[in-house]
T-cell receptor, first 112, second 112 residues
């Protein structure tokens, strides 16, 4: 079974802090994704990566950056956390665009 | 810009009844995915629809895709309480790497 893990289930940070969210998948998937999920808005794509060291902006990249140094690991970075970044963050991976994405358990981030 | 709209957004139904969730999208695509999310949990893949006329069935759920109408349906037959969840459709933009745009989700509650 594909397994996607995320470093924290719950995180509380202060405004202005630098925040790292980590995601690891164990199925050698090429593509990895970061989404945020907010009530009434569904899931929105922040960034995705189709190869090591490659990244592309999604629909809402502002205030975020990413890093993919190894194939199995994709990190989301909030350079200076703000209260409007309080959300559920979901990581996903897929082998290719012909297959479904597998999602991690999510990180609920609260910025105070 | 691709827009994906689901309806209804909320659905409360009795066990044993049939119902359909609709997913409309605004631009050409031939890849559509259905996911399920239980409260407090992450997303789980249900169906991958990769061509016009595709139909997939699993238990009491059946999904179909009409690319000409830009419409997918998720049909529930003889609903049972265990199907209570939020259901998302997601559409893949036709070019480049997989980049999903999600609908808002349909929260389905099935009452005994």
């Amino acid at each position: 079974d594909v397994k996607v893990t995320q470093s924290s289930r719950y995180l509380v940070k202060r405004t202005g802090e630098k925040v790292f969210l980590e995601c690891v998948q164990d199925m050698d998937h090429e593509n990895m994704f970061w989404y945020r999920q907010d009530p009434g808005l569904g899931l929105r794509l922040i960034y995705f990566s189709y190869d090591v060291k490659m990244k592309e902006k999604g629909d809402i990249p502002e205030g975020y950056s990413v890093s993919r140094e190894k194939k199995e690991r994709f990190s989301l970075i909030l350079e200076s956390a703000s209260t409007n970044q309080t959300s559920m963050y979901l990581c996903a991976s897929t082998l290719s665009r012909l297959y479904e994405q597998y999602f991690g358990p999510g990180t609920r981030l609260t910025v105070t | 810009e691709l827009k994906v709209e689901q309806n209804p957004l909320f659905l409360s139904m009795q066990e044993g009844k049939n119902y359909t969730i609709y997913c409309n999208y605004s631009t050409t695509s031939d890849r559509l995915y259905w996911y399920r999310q239980d409260p407090g949990k992450s997303l789980e893949s249900l169906f991958v629809l990769l061509s016009n006329g595709a139909v997939k069935q699993e238990g009491r759920l059946m999904a179909s895709l009409d690319t000409k109408a830009r419409l997918s349906t998720l049909h529930i037959t003889a609903a049972v309480h265990d199907l209570s969840a939020t259901y998302f459709c997601a559409v893949d933009l036709i070019q480049g790497a997989q980049k999903l745009v999600f609908g808002q989700g349909t929260r389905l509650t099935i009452n005994p």
